[in-house]
């Protein structure tokens, strides 16, 4: 009998706590996530053309998220940017068009209107082998999944007056090359010092921005760009890159993308890169969450 009292007894402190227990609350509300997911194709067919040309078939398929959290002086703002596409040409073979892998994530603590004392990590790399011709296997190779591979950690400020322009100073930024693969572990490829060694370890600065304009109804540019120099080997060679992607949004699903990268590292090449796609096809475009600005008027650049 006495054991029968104590179980009612608890169960009734259970519902008595659970009747006064506080609302938690909803965590899913500070999440704001804007993202395109898109799948480009081109294609061309010739029969008994004078003029000459090769059957082709191409697509490029890729994944754009900003996924930010921001609850009072808490700004935690994440982005992922995934790209692979190959073209086919009859009598040729497959050659790849986009292969890259962008994850980046930084948290800042409000200390000033538009000011946040901010940290963060980012890599950089790709999904699959790259050879001089195009991704041909019997070429000779140049790069693989990470090698090179690029991760950065570093703590800095950033400022971000709006939705549409973030930039981020770190003035203490550690930057680790790494060359996985073992037939590119040579002296010199991607700045490693010996044969053999697998990575590289540089410290310096690193500056990013990202800026989002709208050109016009249904057509959007979104900008980054990037500068790094290390304090520890010739600072004066600054790592530098930018991209661009334009969207011209046909309708709620079809959209034709138009990117351009450039991008000038010393230890991969002695030359200025560069790299223009161009696709239409189906984009679909995920909006989320929160607002994430007071000022409506800079909402609009999608």
Known sequence: MKKINMVALVLYSMSFLAQDEVPTTDSTKYWSVQGQNTLMLNQAAFSNWVGGGANNIGWIAGTNYNMTYEKSKDLWENNII?????????GIGSRKTQDIININSNYGRKISPNW?????????????PGYTDGNNPNATKISNFMAPGYVNAGAGFTYRPNDNFTATLRPANARWTFVTDKDLQRKG????????????????????????????????LINTASVF????????????????????????YISSVITLDVL????????????????????????????RTANKDVQSWR
Do not use: C, W
């Open 189 to 220: 490829v991607y700045g490693l010092k010996n044969d053999g060694d697998s990575s590289l370890f540089q410290f310096g600065f690193l500056g990013t921005a990202m800026y989002k304009i709208k050109l016009m109804e249904n057509i959007s």
């Open 82 to 90: 995934l790209g692979y596409g190959q073209n086919h040409t009859e």
């Open 116 to 128: 946040f004392a901010s940290a963060g990590v980012g890599l950089a790399t790709q999904f699959a």
């Open 229 to 252: 120099s290390n304090y520890l080997d010739h600072p004066e060679r600054l790592v530098l890159s930018y991209g661009g992607i334009l969207n011209l949004k046909i309708n709620k």
């Open 264 to 291: 000038y590292d010393h230890n991969q090449i002695k030359k200025t890169q560069l790299k223009q796609t161009l696709g239409v096809g189906v984009a679909y475009t995920i909006e989320n969450g929160i607002k």
